[in-house]
Nanobody, 122 residues
Framework: QVQLVESGGGLVQAGGSLRLSCAAS????????VGWFRQAPGKEREFVAT???????THSESVKGRFTISRDNAKNTVYLQMNSLEPDDTAVYYC????????????????WGQGTQVTVSS
């Protein structure tokens, strides 16, 4: 069982930066792949980035070059550094965990956090 808690969201102007954190409980966290997903009002949840237990990462085309996912297994935490934020990045951001390989499909993740709101003003 893994419990996830996101933090770091907020209101920022376009062009600004935020760093989201996903803190996990559980001694075997380093066995899990972790993904970040986001959902804007009226839209479906979409993949943002994912990272394997040993640091292999994948980012969506819409955030590549602006966002970076990383993890610190000693702290049981995964981060999402978001730079050059745009109004279209406004959404609730969720982290999720699954055993095994990374995946871009949200339904393949077993554990989810409660989400953190990111709002980017123009």
């Amino acid at each position: 069982q893994v419990q996830l808690v996101e933090s770091g969201g907020g209101l920022v102007q376009a062009g600004g930066s935020l760093r989201l954190s996903c803190a996990a409980s559980g001694r075997t966290f380093n066995s899990y792949a972790v993904g970040w997903f986001r959902q804007a009002p009226g839209k479906e949840r979409e993949f943002v980035a994912t990272i394997s237990w040993n640091g292999y990462s994948t980012h969506s085309e819409s955030v590549k070059g602006r966002f970076t996912i990383s993890r610190d297994n000693a702290k049981n935490t995964v981060y999402l550094q978001m730079n050059s934020l745009e109004p279209d990045d406004t959404a609730v951001y969720y982290c999720a965990a699954k055993l095994g390989h990374t995946d871009v499909v949200s339904s393949r993740y077993n554990y989810w956090g409660q989400g953190t709101q990111v709002t980017v003003s123009s």
